[in-house]
């Protein structure tokens, strides 16, 4: 499974949907455009990668910026795994 691929799988988990993935893209907006993407959310799906994935999020690096898209968040992900 590739990153986005996992990015995506996390999505799913912490938000208990299911997502088109035939239509489901690094362009697909997150943030504002899921009904289920709230605050609340943002704090599970940090937790559901930070488990799945082995990464950690300090808070001072959460910005909703990171949020806007699949690609965003994605993009963020595979930052921390490099690191």
Avoid: C, H, W, Y
């Amino acid at each position: 499974m590739n990153t986005e691929e996992q990015v995506i799988a996390s999505l799913e988990a912490a938000l208990n949907i299911r997502l088109d993935r035939a239509r489901t893209n690094a362009g697909t907006p997150l943030l504002g455009a899921l009904p289920e993407f709230d605050s609340m959310a943002v704090v599970a799906l940090l937790a559901t990668m930070e488990e799945r994935l082995g990464i950690v999020v300090d808070d001072d690096e959460i910005d909703g910026s990171i949020f806007a898209t699949v690609g965003s968040l994605t993009d963020f992900v595979r930052g921390k795994l490099a690191a």
